[in-house]
C-alpha cells in the first residue's frame, strides 16, 4: 500500500484554482520532497491530504484512508503527525502543556527521545519562546506519537543552520525507521539532503517527479568566481555553462556539465574567490523545464 495516494486532486477558491489535477503517490518508508516555490499549491495540497479543505475535484488517500470519509480519516489520522508552516500554539500555556495535551489526544511514545535532540524550555510559557524553541516544540509534537506517515510543511523555518543539520539527521534516522515522510519546502538545498524523492509543483501543476539524483544532475551547480585581476575565464565556452554573466569583478554561471572539465578549466587561471553552491529552484526551473517560471498568478480556472 502508498503511504500517499494522490488522484486528479484539484481544488479551486473562487476563481483561483489553488490546484490543478495532480496526481501522485508516496510509497511507504520513502522521503518525499514537495517542492514549489511561494504560492505554487503546497499548503492547499496538505490541507486535502489531512481532510482541513474539500477538494473541488478528485481525492487523495492517506494511509489508506478516503479524504473524504470522515470517520477512516480520523483513524487514519492518529498514526500521522502534522507540522504545519505556521505554529498556531495558545501563547499563554507552557511547552509541557502543549505536549501534554497532545500526549492525551494521541499519545506520548517519543517525548524522552525527542528531548534529547530538541530543546525547547517546557516549563516557559509559549509567549517567551524565540522562534526556533517554538519551531522545536512543533517537531516534538509532530513525532511523539510515533506515527507512521508525517507532513510537513516548510519544516526548518526558523532553525538556525546546526539545528537545521540537526533536523536533516534525525530525518534520516526516521528513514531507517521506516517512517514515510512528506516535506514540503521551497527550498532545495534543504531537500535534496533527506529526500529520495521529490515532486515539483508550479502553479498547481506537477511539473516533475523524479529521483533527487537526477534532479540535481539536471540542475547544475551555481558557480561564483573570481579571476585575479586582468584574467578572464573561458568558461563561456564550456559545454554547460549558461547564463554567464559578470557582476563587478565576480563572473557567475550555472554549470550541468562534466564537474572536471569546469576544475581543468579553472586550474589553468589564477582564481581568488570561488563558491559553488546548489541552484536555486528558480534556475532548476529555468534550466530543467526550459522556460521562464510561471508562479504567479495561478491558473484561473475556464469559467471566470
Ligand atoms: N483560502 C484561500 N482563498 C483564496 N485563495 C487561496 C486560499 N488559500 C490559498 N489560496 C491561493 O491558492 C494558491 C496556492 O496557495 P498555497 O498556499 O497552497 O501555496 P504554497 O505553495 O503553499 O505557497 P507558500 O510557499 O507561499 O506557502 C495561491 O495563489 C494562494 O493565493
Redo the contacts with the bound molecule.
Keep these: 500500500m502508498d503511504a500517499i495516494e494522490v488522484t486528479e486532486l484539484t ?1 479551486e ?2 476563481s ?4 490543478d489535477s495532480l496526481s501522485f503517490t508516496v510509497s511507504e518508508g520513502e522521503i518525499f520532497g514537495y517542492l ?12 486535502a491530504l489531512l481532510g482541513l ?1 474539500t477538494p473541488t475535484s478528485g481525492t487523495a488517500r492517506v494511509l489508506g484512508a478516503d479524504v473524504r470519509e470522515e470517520a477512516a480519516l480520523i483513524e487514519a489520522k492518529r498514526h500521522i503527525g502534522y507540522l504545519p ?1 505556521t505554529l498556531g500554539f495558545d501563547e499563554a500555556v507552557t511547552g509541557r502543556r502543549v505536549l501534554d495535551y497532545h500526549a492525551s489526544l494521541k499519545g506520548d511514545y517519543r517525548r524522552d527521545e525527542l528531548l534529547e535532540t530538541f530543546t525547547p524550555p517546557l516549563d516557559r510559557p509559549i509567549r517567551e519562546y524565540s522562534t526556533g524553541n517554538t519551531r522545536m516544540l512543533g517537531i516534538i509534537q509532530t513525532f511523539m506519537h510515533d506515527p507512521d506517515l508525517v507532513i510537513m ?2 519544516p526548518t523555518a526558523g532553525l538556525d543552520p546546526l539545528k537545521q543539520e540537526e533536523f536533516n539527521e534525525f530525518i534520516r534516522a526516521e528513514r531507517r525507521r521506516g517512517t514515510t515522510i512528506f516535506f ?1 519546502s ?1 527550498v532545495l538545498s534543504e531537500v535534496r539532503r533527506v529526500c529520495d524523492r521529490v515532486g515539483i ?1 508550479r502553479a ?1 501543476r506537477l511539473v516533475g517527479l523524479e529521483e533527487i539524483g537526477a534532479l540535481l544532475d539536471r540542475g547544475g551547480k551555481r558557480v561564483h568566481v573570481v579571476p585575479s585581476d586582468g584574467d578572464s575565464l573561458g568558461v563561456a565556452d564550456l559545454d554547460g555553462a549558461v547564463d554567464v554573466t559578470t557582476v563587478g569583478e565576480e563572473i557567475q554561471f550555472t554549470y550541468t556539465g562534466e564537474y572536471n572539465t569546469l576544475l581543468d578549466e579553472l586550474a589553468g587561471h589564477d582564481v581568488r574567490d570561488i563558491e559553488i553552491s546548489e541552484p536555486a529552484l528558480e534556475d532548476v526551473f529555468m534550466h530543467y523545464y526550459g522556460t521562464e517560471h510561471e508562479t ?3 491558473t484561473e480556472t475556464a469559467d471566470v
Design positions: 481544488k477558491y473562487g483561483v484554482r489553488a490546484v514549489g516555490p511561494n504560492g505554487a499549491g503546497k499548503t492547499t495540497t496538505i490541507r479543505l508552516a510543511d516548510e514540503s521551497h509543483l498547481g504567479n498568478p495561478p
